[in-house]
Structures are given as C-alpha cells and as structure tokens.
C-alpha cells in the first residue's frame, strides 16, 4: 500500500484542492469540491478549407470529406488544426489526396503544408490536379504545428497513364505560422539513396521520419526510420530512432548499450529508440527501447528523457523480466507523463520458468527511484491460477492527472489463454483503489467462465476533478454474449458514484450512448442513440452534467436545432474559454465536416468561460 501526506491548497471557487507530494516517491492527490455551471448558447463556425479541390456537398453544411480519427487539434486563443481530403474531380467520388490547414479567428481558414518537387506529384498528362498528402499532428500554444508530408517519385511502369507517382517515404516538418520547413534527419543511415531501392529504382531518395509532440516552448520531438544497405542495390528496415529538435538545431535520442541492439539474420545491427509520450508543457517525454535476435522481440525498455539525458526506467522486481542463457527479456511500457513529472506505465510479469504473468502497473518519480507498484482491483475474479506455477494478474494504468490522480483498467479472471471475463475500470488518489463503471443486470452475464460474470467497461477521459467517463456494455436480448450496445458513464469522485448515462431507450430495452470529451469543468459531450418506441432515429449530439444533467447540443446551438440531429458526432477536444471542436458525419453519407463551436457570453455562463475557468489547472486533450 502507497501510503500519502497531504497538504491541501485552495483552488479557484473551490473546484479543485491538490495534495502535494511528501517526498520523491510519492503520489499527488486531489480531494474535489465541485461547481457546475448552466449549459451555454454556441455559435458555429465551419472550419473546413472550400475551393475546386475541395467538393462542396448539396447541403449548406456538408462541405468536405474529413476523417474522424485525425483529431482536430484546438489551443487556448481559438486556433484549430485539421486535415481535409482533396479530391481529383467535381462528383468529388475519387480521393486523391489530404491537405493540412489552419483555422484561427482573424484569418479563417488556411491551407498549409509542404509542397516542395519531392512532396507533391504533378501529373505530366494533365489529367489530375497535383497530389499532396499533409497531416498535421499537433499545434501548441504559440499556433505553431508540426505534420508529416508524403514524398513522391515518379514510376511511369507503376501506375496506369496520368498517375505516373508512386511513394519515396515522408517527412516530417515544422511550422511556426509561415511555411512549413522539412525537418527531416537526413543522410547515412536514415536515408536510402535514389536509384538504390528494391524492387523499384527511384529518382527520389527515400525517407520515412515522423513527428509525434510539439511542446509550448517550440520543441518537436519525432522520429526516423533506420535503414542499412544489405547489398549494392538493396536496403533494409533495421529500427528506428527518436529525435528533439530545438532552435533549428536536431539531437537524436538513442538509448545505447549491447542490451537494446541486436544483429538480424541479414546481418544487419537492429535497434529502436522511439518516443511515446509527453506533456506540453514540460520537459520531459517518455519512450522505449527494442532490441530484436533475428526478428524476435527480447526487449520493450521504457525510458525518460529530460531534455538532455536519458533515465532507463528499471524492473521493478527480478518477476518483471526473465533471464535466458543468452539474454534477458522483459517488457516495460510507459503510458502518460504529467506536468510535474510523473511517468506511470505497465510492466510484464513473469514466473520461475518464463511463463507471462500478466501485467503490474506502476508510477515512476523521478531519476534513478525504482518504479512503484500501483495497486488494481484485487479478489478472485481478477486473477487465475497458471498451470506452471504463479498467479495471472493483468492491470495498467490508463491516465494520470497533473493532480497525481491515476486512472487504470484490470482484467477479470484474466488467463494466459485469454479467456478471461471482460475488465474493470478503477482511480487511485493515493488513498485507495476504487472500482467505476457499470455493474449489476444488464451489465453482466452470469457464470461467464469458472463462476466469473462477464463485464466490461472501458475509461475515455479523466479530469483533474477526479471525475471520469467511460462505457459499459448492456447487454439485451437472452443474454448472449454478442448482443449488446454500450451505454456512457460518469464517476463521481466526490462522491464516489458512477452514473449511469442513458437519455433514450427503445420499447425493447435498447439502449447506446457515446461519450466523446468530459471538460475540466465536468461537462460530458458526446452523441446517444434515440428511440420512439422501437424506431431507430439515430445519434443525437449532448452535453451532460451532473447538476445541470442531460442537454440537448442541438437546441444549445444558434439556428440549429433538430436538423443538428440524427449524424455522427465526434468531439475531440476543448479549450479554457469553453470553446469545443468536433467532426460531424451525416448520415447515411461519407461526408465529414468540422466545426467550432463557441459559446456566446451570458450572465448565466460568464463564471464558466471568464476569468474563473481560464485558472483552473486543464489537461490538454
């Protein structure tokens, strides 16, 4: 048990009081008073890029195709970045390629991205616009981006008449609101020359680099994919390695050591060094290490950096790797890092003989501490005997807020043969493990296996209040296992409840909710499934608290109303002046379109979006 010394520190209107850590191997924790806040009124802005490229719909709204899973990216003064496809004729039927671009409040929306020789094609017969893939991947405080382009070499054996392209990798790139630059490493190593690649000579040297975090000091930190000549004309994948670029100048991050490198059956000396998590505003970043023997995985070492040096995050115990004549495994994962340092990750478990035995959360502290064991739920239905000896036990945490407060998932009756009986969701504040989600009928099937009922449910987000969503399955039907929709939760930490979120049920008992985004303020958006008797009528957008409860999104919204209804919505994230961006699917369509929505100031919602709400400690999304 993780004991804790707190220390309470006034917050803004009470919302949120933080214990402070006592000591470098201890966690922060929070205690919460809530204060909720009427729904308020949103104008909308359609943020999507229009133009010949861009193929308008028959409907005022539905302007371009746009992917719900490239999130939109939103920071505090309003700016959103996002991605949408171009396509190469008016019906707008063949997609041809994606652009990035910027929306900010004085100059609209604007379209950026690479578009140099080497990261567009230009079709020599004229029957197609230019090709460019941009994706843009994050956007910090200052509206400054970072995305990654495609790169391209013509092939005119590869593709039929007028689509002569064919793909040299990608580059990652840089923009600080003028051009973006290519901030690719380059050169030995990373790069296979032109001319050289099997089975297709190119007149483009091929290249794959990535970006992953932008921080608000300017910092981009990404990755490079490592490639190794195997002979005169062939080149091979052999790893990669992270990099921070900083001031125009690129440092590689490179985990070193006999350990995490290993020589393939080709020859070829095989390493990974990648980075896999990060805060905005700090420093530090996490990630692991690999090392492979032939093509087998020996190592997954999780690691931090801290700007200048490397911390390799050990074993927590001789249990969390196995030792071979030859090598040791082990596996060692991080999973969040948060603004004051804290990394919690999972580790593979392992019994005398080898044999996996699940996975054991932990949370590190700080340089050169041994990680600490973070407890999960615990009884007969999360764990199951192993024939060979030990106990299987599978936990991780998901979540961590810059409060301390994690949030984790662990598996019930868990087995190695992965007949294990769903998983629960659970928080720890430093006080004790407690268990959220839905339980109870309709939640559980019965004796699923050896006596243990079936449940799952799974965390979407957690704020700094402690509080958390997630969904549940609901089971309908005669309980068999394939008949279900999942229906949102709320977790009350304050009080310890979850609610249950359910705002339209069909005659036969059917019911689904999807929940998207829980701001730092508790409201939960998302879209629900609506019913009149047993008739489907399909998602409709709200937003939900636990005062104020169920609000229907599109009544909140300046002109809309019910045609805001019966789509797919996604919310993706939000800011301190109560701003929210999301992507709207219409149905029965292919066609995507995002949107700002911004609240329009009233007396009932200026605490909300003024002064008050812009102090509260957020966790960027």
Known sequence: MINFTTSKTNALLNRVKTHRLIGASMLLAAAITSTTHAAPTYTITNLDPVGDIYVPNTTALEYTGAFPYLSLHLNESGTVAGITPRYDRPEGDRLFSHESWIYNPVDGTIVTGVATPTHSYHDPAGLAPSRRNNFIVGLNESGHTIGTASRYYQNPSFYAPGRFFQYAGTSAWYSDTTLPTPINPSGPGYDIPAGQRSPDPNDTDYVSSSVRFIKNDNTVYGGVSLHEPNSSDDYYFIGREAWKYEDGVRTPIVVTGPEYQSVDSHGNTRRSTVISHSHPDTNIVAGYAQAYADTTKLINQAFVYDGTNIHIIEPLSENHQFAEATHTERYIWAQGVNANGLVIGYARKYNSVGDVLGLDAWVYTSPGAQPILLPGLTGDEYQADVVTGGMYYRNTPEYITDGGIIAGITFRKGTPSLSFAGQDAWINDGNGVRMMGM???????????DD??????????????????????????????????????????ENDLTHELIFSESDSGLAET??????????????????????????????WSLDEGFVDLGLQIEGFGESWQAHNFYFTDFNEAGQVVLTVQYQDAYWFTNFLLTPIPEPATLALFGLGFAMMIRRKH
């Open 439 to 449: 339980t109870g009928e309709g939640y559980e099937l019965a004796n699923y296996t």
């Open 514 to 543: 999807k929940v998207d985004l829980l701001t730092e303020d508790g409201w939960v958006f998302g879209s629900y499934r609506k019913y009149i008797g047993d008739g489907d009528l399909g998602m409709h957008a709200y937003m």
């Open 452 to 493: 243990v009922a079936f449940r799952r449910s799974e965390l979407v987000d957690l704020n700094e209040m402690g509080q958390a969503i997630g969904t549940s399955r609901r089971f309908f039907g005669p309980a068999a296992h394939d008949d279900y929709l999942n229906v949102g939760w709320f977790y009350d930490f």
